[in-house]
Every structure is written in C-alpha cells, then in structure tokens.
C-alpha cells in the first residue's frame, strides 16, 4: 500500500489500487439507503410540490455540503467571442462553430473554447447533446483545421500528449467516443468543450482554473469543507456554455442533454442536478461519485477516489471514507435531482471498477421521486442483462465490454431523446 502511494499518482494509482478494491458480490454486504423523500426532520414527502418547494432544495444543499462543494455566488458578466463560423463543415453535414467564453471581470482565467456542430438545413432550432471531453476538441473532431488546445493535458493517459501539451498526434483520439456525424444525421447538435479549459485536472490545476480566479484570495486560498472541488468546477462550466447556446439561434436550449463519461460522467449528473435548465441529464460509466451508490462495497469506494483524486470533491466528502453509511445522501439522491426530466445511466460489463449493479441500483432507487411526478423511473426491479436498454423516465443499459463510450451508447442515447420529445 505504501509503495502504490508513494510510487504512483492519479490515474495510475487509481488502476493499482484495482486489486485492492473489493470485486466480489458475496462480500458487498447490507446497507441501508437514505430516504430521497424523507425530509431531515422526517416529514414524508408525498407530493411534486413539496419535493420542489422543500425536500429538493434540502437534497441539492445536502450535496453541496458533503459531497461536491458550494459553488460561488456570482461570476459577473460573462463573454462570448466568436472564433469561426464555418458553414461547410464535415462535407457539409454541418456548420462549426467556434465560440470562447470568458469572464468580463476575470482576465486572468483564459476561458472556455466551446465548438459547436449544428446539422446544416434545419428550420427550426435543433435539439442539443453536449459535453465536456478528455482531450480537447480537436480530439473529439476529426477535423484537421480545428486548433489544437493550447491547455494543459494528462500525461500519458490521452495519445499524442508531450510535455502536458497537445500535438498533431492527439487530433481525433477521441472522435469514437462522439460520433458527430451519427448524431448530426439524427437532426441534433452537438456542442463540446475541453475540460481543462475550466480547470486541469490536477491536485493543484484549481490555482489555474477558474477557482482560483472566482476565489478573493486567488491562489493563496485555503478551502474549507464544503468549498467546490473540480467536478463542480466543471460542471459550472457546462452551465456557461449552455448559457451561451441559448444566445444561439441554432440551437434550442430547451433541449439541451448533458452527457459525460467516467469523471466527466460525475460532472454531467452534477450539472444536470444543480442546474434545471439541462433538459436531459447522461451518465456514461460514472462510477463512484457519480451513479454508483457510494454505501455499496464494490469497486472503487470513498476512500479510494479521495486518496487518489481529492481535488475532485468537497474536502468534507473524505470524511465519509470509512463510513459511507455517515453521509446523509447516496446517489441515488443525485439521480433524482434530475426528476421529473429524462436521466440515463449507461454501465459496461467490464467495467467493475465503476459497479454496474451500484449503477442500475441508484437508478431504480430514484424512481419514487419520478413517481410523484407520475412517471415511471427504470420500470424494472432488477439489473437487466447485457445489451438489454430498460427505462422509461430513467434509461439504463448494461453494454458488453469496457469502461468507454461506444456508438451502442450513443445509439440509445438519442433513441432516447427521440421519445422523450427531444428529437431532431
Ligand atoms: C479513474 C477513477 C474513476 C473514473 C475514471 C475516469 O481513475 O478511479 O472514478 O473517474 O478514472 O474518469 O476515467
């Protein structure tokens, strides 16, 4: 144990520490999940009204508190640069747009390069999936006249990644995780941004992200417990962008889906839940702090994820790593905070480390609260097998193979939007 600390970092870390972590059913053992519609004081919540009147507020700031973090109360006045229009993008399929968002009153945080692909002949706004990616956007394009980001990057975990910086080796490493032109063709837009444009992701990527430059201390600041971490970071970003898309007369922000795979995952279900203008909320292989319960003992638990990622949480959150059973939500919580819109939560099979079966189970248990709305959630009582897509309210599947965004997601992704009134 010590050597993995001291020898391996982040991610490595993180995959060491897979042998460690318990992989074995029979050894789960019981837990006891919090009530989503018990207030604290222990009032039933049997009503859509006092879910959004009390009970939802209470479960948002519980959230905040213990788990993500309080993110700030104001940013000021925000930018939008337009960087490109570009009318004949993908052969035509679409026009690109490149878009940079900045703070008026923060200079010194360089700011979000959102790109957006609208389908080219629509008459009418289109629908919107969007997200952040891993490696830029020039990594989920393949497009060769989209710069290359200029930010910090992950050593060694994305392809073409030198010195911390992007090359022409990185263009399109990510493009099988986003196929535009699937996507395009079902009559939806897709706008994207670089993660690390909001913050890097790194122990210390806070001192140059837009943390540090929302905090009055800046770089000096000392977070308390219930301070943001990255994910919320992150997340507040995706609100930016989608406060530019409804500046965008492309694009119909009242059908904006937020998707995100693995951490990105944690971030989308944060920013669907915190901000109810998403009108669609994905979770890709989300994992620990993301769709998995965190009181089930499968896969990656507390302690792992804040060892291994504390930038990621509320320092407050660390203190749940031997207890899970002390923090007065799980995810299930955070699933249903996107009630009454349509949530998804897609699993792998061999993707333990995220805990599919604690997936599919956040899932079914944020039905009750569909229900007061009087929708049905996953509509089914236990994990369906491989490559079998339940769901009505709540979406899920369990894909054959591994941690990864493949087009079967995305194939029951937009399937979805479609009969949730979302379609192109
Ligand atoms: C892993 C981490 C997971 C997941 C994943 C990812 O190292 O343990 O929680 O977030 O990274 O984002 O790829």
Not at 11 to 28: G, H, I, M, T, Y
Not at 75 to 103: C, D, M, N, Q, Y
Request: aromatic share 10%; proline share 6%; with cysteine.
């Amino acid at each position: 144990m010590l050597v993995l600390s001291t020898l391996l970092f982040g991610d490595d870390l993180a995959e060491a520490r897979q042998s460690l972590a318990n992989l074995d059913e029979a050894k789960v053992g019981a837990f006891e999940l919090p009530d989503p519609l018990r207030m604290a004081d222990a009032t039933a919540v049997a009503t859509s009204e006092l879910w959004f009147g009390k009970r939802r507020p209470e479960v948002l700031a519980l959230f905040r508190d213990h788990v993500y973090g309080n993110p700030p109360a104001g940013w000021g006045a925000l930018r939008f640069t337009p960087l490109e229009t570009k009318s004949a993008a993908l052969g035509g399929l679409a026009t690109r747009k490149r878009v940079r968002i900045t703070l008026q009153e923060q200079p010194e945080w360089a700011g979000i390069e959102l790109m957006l692909y609208v389908p080219n002949g629509k008459t009418s706004p289109a629908p919107c999936f969007m997200g952040l990616s891993f490696g830029g956007n020039h990594a989920v394009s393949t497009e060769t006249d989209v710069p290359l980001s200029t930010r910090w990057m992950r050593p060694g975990k994305e392809k073409g990644i030198v010195d911390n910086r992007a090359t022409e080796a990185s263009r399109g490493i990510e493009s099988s995780r986003w196929p535009l032109e699937e996507i395009l063709k079902r009559g939806y837009a897709v706008a994207t941004a670089y993660y690390g444009d909001i913050e890097p992701d790194h122990a210390e990527g806070w001192k140059d992200g837009v943390r540090a430059a929302l905090s009055p201390a800046g770089k000096d600041t000392v977070w308390g417990e219930s301070d943001w971490g990255a994910i919320g970071a992150w997340a507040w970003g995706l609100s930016r962008m989608l406060d530019y898309l409804g500046t965008d007369a492309d694009v119909d922000e009242t059908r904006c889906a937020v998707i995100g795979h693995s951490r990105l995952g944690k971030t989308s279900l944060w920013a669907g839940a915190q901000d109810e203008r998403f009108a669609m909320v994905i979770s890709n292989n989300s994992g620990e702090g993301g769709a998995a319960l965190m009181r089930r003992n499968f896969g990656e638990t507390t302690e792992v994820i804040t060892r291994v990622f504390p930038h990621w949480f509320a320092p407050k959150y660390r203190s749940y790593k031997d207890d899970a059973s002390a923090c007065p939500v799980d995810q299930h919580m955070l699933l249903a905070l996107a009630a009454p819109r349509p949530a998804y939560v897609a699993s792998a099979a061999e993707d333990q480390w995220a805990d599919p079966k604690g997936e599919f189970l956040a899932a079914m248990h944020a039905g009750p609260v569909y229900a007061l709305f009087g929708k049905k959630g996953v509509g089914v009582d236990e994990q369906p097998g491989i490559d079998h897509p339940v769901g009505e309210a709540i979406g899920y599947h369990l894909r054959a193979g591994k941690h990864d965004v493949k087009l079967y997601d995305w194939e029951r992704y937009l399937d979805f939007a479609d009969r949730h009134g979302s379609g192109g």
